[in-house]
């Protein structure tokens, strides 16, 4: 499954999901992986991410959140390489999407920002609900 944010020309894409759960039991962080892709005003990377599955779940929420006019802001951390991406929403529903994507070994990087709006992340949100995570909690 395919999550996609996009904007005119833009796009923040997240793909090719996997979560280790043996390694969430065990402790270690390393066990939720997707990639992601991104382009922006004429520029774009591919990355592969790296977090815990909880800090997913929390982003999702966040996004939620996002969408539902509670929160202005949602951000993921990369725990590989360190990449970011970063929702910052105004009052009237329009949404910066930053970030800074480091390719394999941090050899290369990419930062973006691009506008949408609320409508925009809708089919985002739905696709990433629709990813059924599992809970361990």
């Known amino acids: 499954m395919i ?9 923040l894409k997240f793909s090719y999901f996997r979560h280790f759960a043996a390694d969430e039991a065990n402790g270690n962080p390393y066990n939720f992986f997707f990639t992601v892709r991104v382009s922006s005003n004429g520029f774009s990377g591919l990355t ?3 977090c ?13 959140d996002l969408y539902d ?4 802001s949602a951000e993921l951390n990369d725990i590989g390489y360190g ?5 910052d929403l105004d009052r009237t529903g329009h949404i910066t ?16 920002r691009f506008t ?17 995570i599992p809970s361990s909690d």
Do not use: M
């Not at 999550?3 to 796009?11: A, K, P, T, V």
């Not at 815990?52 to 939620?64: G, H, L, N, P, Y």
């Not at 949408?116 to 059924?132: E, G, I, R, V």
């Open 116 to 132: 949408a709006d609320q409508t925009d992340l809708h089919p985002f949100l739905t696709n990433l609900h629709k990813q059924k």
């Open 83 to 87: 990449s970011r991406i970063r929702f």
């Open 97 to 112: 999407v930053t970030g800074t994507l480091y390719g394999h070994a941090a050899s290369q990087t990419v930062t973006f």
């Open 52 to 64: 815990d599955r909880k800090e997913f779940v929390k982003f999702v929420q966040s996004i939620q």
């Open 48 to 50: 592969e991410w790296e």
């Open 3 to 11: 999550c996609e944010l996009r904007s005119g020309d833009n796009f």
């Open 69 to 72: 006019f509670r929160t202005s």
